[in-house]
């Protein structure tokens, strides 16, 4: 037991010294990138754990948070999964994925994830009070997951992600990949893990809602609005865990953490911890801590969760609920509602 818990010490000095070079691109304009909803996060278990288990991870949950996780299923063949969230204001992120195996291949992941606004009245320079039309924005992110077991104790994966914004009569379409590593320490309970996402194009808006007529001595001229080009939010993500178990098996507890510098955003330390009773009933928290001294303009607390799995015939399903504690009281918390089915 001490020499695992030597090689933690170890791992984590080396993560707070690579974490002090590390770099994932400018951040010159806090909280301005392109593509903000790549950064709010699908699924209930992650969620719950607020990204800490970015080194452990598994399964189809692994493809938003570190594509490499997907490399390791707990079924046969493969996942669905099914995951609600009631954001803030009257936004709604709906999130759908599936993945298989393929043999020596790897397993191949796909989902989609659709973020809407409700209706919005059309307001215009003669109606800034609307002219009694509506439209309703929608963001889709769409990726495809590629991941491999390289070792039994080294496992990668790639995501490439088509982003695409529509609001009214003007859209934006942009590209991103993710990468990820994992490296698992056998009976030890000790992982390790690594990620770069959202590395890609930068995006802007264009499209016929930005043609304005403006008056010309020689008549009138149609001209387009040139908007401006912005980054994606790229972020690098180092994190650790520690699973360990008592009782033959019966409780098993995994505690993590993950450090996260983001190109657009505070840089953070997530810790979280989960525990389960034989695999089938989880609990699981974590926090997160803003390393540029904006804790108090941050809109998240902390979050809970909560997890069920069981098989039922061939299939293996599970339920996950996660809980994201809001700071700001004009808004409601979010809750996330999950469904997996294993197959």
Do not use: C
């Not at 288990?53 to 570190?66: C, F, K, P, R, V």
């Not at 496992?155 to 529509?166: P, Q, T, V």
């Not at 360990?244 to 995994?254: L, V």
């Not at 001294?293 to 299939?315: D, K, M």
Request: aromatic share 12%; net charge neutral.
């Amino acid at each position: 037991m001490a020499v695992k818990f030597k090689n933690i010490t170890i791992l984590l000095l080396l993560m707070i010294l690579i974490s002090g070079t590390v770099y994932s691109g400018p951040r010159k304009k806090l909280g301005l990138s392109a593509a903000p909803e790549l950064l709010i996060p699908v699924g209930s278990v992650g969620t719950a754990l607020q990204g800490s288990n970015l080194a452990s991870t598994e399964g189809i949950d692994a493809m938003y948070w570190n594509p490499a996780g997907l490399a390791s299923l707990n079924s046969d063949r493969g996942e669905f999964m099914f995951s609600h969230n009631q954001y803030i204001a009257d936004i709604k992120i709906e999130y759908l994925a599936g993945v298989v195996k393929l043999g020596s291949f790897g397993n191949l992941g796909v989902g989609i994830k659709a973020m809407t606004f409700g209706e919005e009245m059309v307001t215009t320079t003669n109606y800034p009070d609307g002219d009694g039309s509506t439209f309703k924005p929608l963001y889709m992110t769409a990726n495809l997951s590629l991941a491999r077991a390289m070792t039994d104790k080294i496992h990668f994966g790639i995501n490439l992600k088509l982003i695409n914004e529509k609001i009214a009569e003007v859209s934006s379409t942009g590209f991103a990949f993710d990468f990820g590593l994992q490296y698992i320490g056998g009976k030890t309970g000790l992982r390790f893990g690594i990620a770069i996402k959202n590395l890609g194009t930068s995006m802007k808006f264009d499209g016929s809602g930005l043609d304005r007529t403006y008056n010309d001595p020689n008549g009138q001229v149609a001209r387009r609005v040139n908007l401006a080009e912005f980054d994606l939010p790229t972020n690098l993500e180092i994190g650790a865990s520690y699973n360990f178990g008592f009782d033959k098996g019966k409780h098993n507890f995994m505690v993590a953490g993950t450090f996260m510098n983001g190109s657009f955003t505070s840089d953070e330390v997530r810790l979280g911890l989960e525990y389960n009773f034989n695999k089938i009933i989880y609990l699981r928290g974590a926090y997160v801590n803003y390393l540029d001294g904006v804790t108090s303009e941050n809109l998240w607390g902390p979050t809970f969760g909560i997890g069920l799995r069981y098989p039922l015939g061939t299939l293996n399903l599970g339920i996950d609920y996660a809980y994201r504690y809001v700071t700001e009281s004009a808004f409601t918390a979010n809750q996330y509602f999950t469904l997996h089915v294993g197959f």
